[in-house]
T-cell receptor, first 116, second 113 residues
Framework: KAGVTQTPRYLIKTRGQQVTLSCSPI?????VSWYQQTPGQGLQFLFE???????NKGNFPGRFSGRQFSNSRSEMNVSTLELGDSALYLC???????????????FGEGSWLTVV | AQSVTQLGSHVSVSEGALVLLRCNYS??????LFWYVQYPNQGLQLLLK??????LVKGINGFEAEFKKSETSFHLTKPSAHMSDAAEYFC???????????FGTGTSLTVIP
């Protein structure tokens, strides 16, 4: 069974530009969540999507957005990039069997974003 | 609200020695606790998960963790460290709804030959 796939793995953008990152979840998983990882702030939750609907959102500015498609694939977008947006962006998927807490989330290898 | 605290951002052990990585949690409800490992330039891999079925949880690669409610702890251990265990380890707690996780700041494990 293929794992969570994220593309691109590495990218460099200029301040002010926007970026779109893609995530394909494990087959059959309908929940996709996104995390930002930086040396200073650690792992921070961005948002979660289930059945094309955003269920939870972390404490990030509106420049960070996402969406989920009917095949459960997800994209996140960051507009007007700032230097501080340089990070590893991790996508995780879950089968969301119970509908509540305790589901395991499985991570992709991440997309390394460098903003110059 | 849920949160976890990892004590010690860096831990060094000799090859063959006991590995002990500390994690304390704070939760207003019975917690679902996880340990993940991250190797350089990779995503996070699940080591083990506590779901209240048993207080001692066995994971992959010889790791295990014990849930102690009285101490609000979920420390990760391995009897004998191997060079391949060198990585960053994260403790996490699942939020009260959905799949929002709260992660600790991580512990970098170095194994000395």
């Amino acid at each position: 069974k293929a794992g969570v796939t994220q593309t691109p793995r590495y990218l460099i953008k200029t301040r002010g530009q926007q970026v779109t990152l893609s995530c394909s979840p494990i087959s059959g998983h309908r929940s996709v969540s996104w995390y930002q990882q930086t040396p200073g702030q650690g792992l921070q939750f961005l948002f979660e999507y289930f059945s094309e609907t955003q269920r939870n959102k972390g404490n990030f500015p509106g420049r960070f957005s996402g969406r989920q498609f009917s095949n459960s694939r997800s994209e996140m977008n960051v507009s007007t990039l700032e230097l501080g947006d340089s990070a590893l962006y991790l996508c995780a998927s879950s089968s969301y069997l119970s509908g509540g807490p305790g589901n395991t989330i499985y991570f992709g290898e991440g997309s390394w974003l460098t903003v110059v | 609200a849920q949160s976890v605290t990892q004590l010690g951002s860096h831990v060094s052990v000799s090859e063959g020695a006991l590995v002990l990585l500390r994690c304390n949690y704070s939760s207003s409800v019975p917690p679902y606790l996880f340990w993940y490992v991250q190797y350089p330039n990779q995503g996070l891999q699940l080591l083990l998960k506590y779901t209240s079925a048993a207080t001692l949880v066995k994971g992959i690669n010889g790791f295990e963790a014990e849930f102690k409610k009285s101490e609000t702890s979920f420390h990760l251990t391995k009897p004998s460290a191997h060079m391949s265990d060198a990585a960053e380890y994260f403790c996490a707690v699942s939020g009260s709804a959905g799949n929002q996780f709260y992660f600790g700041t991580g512990t970098s494990l170095t194994v000395i030959p």
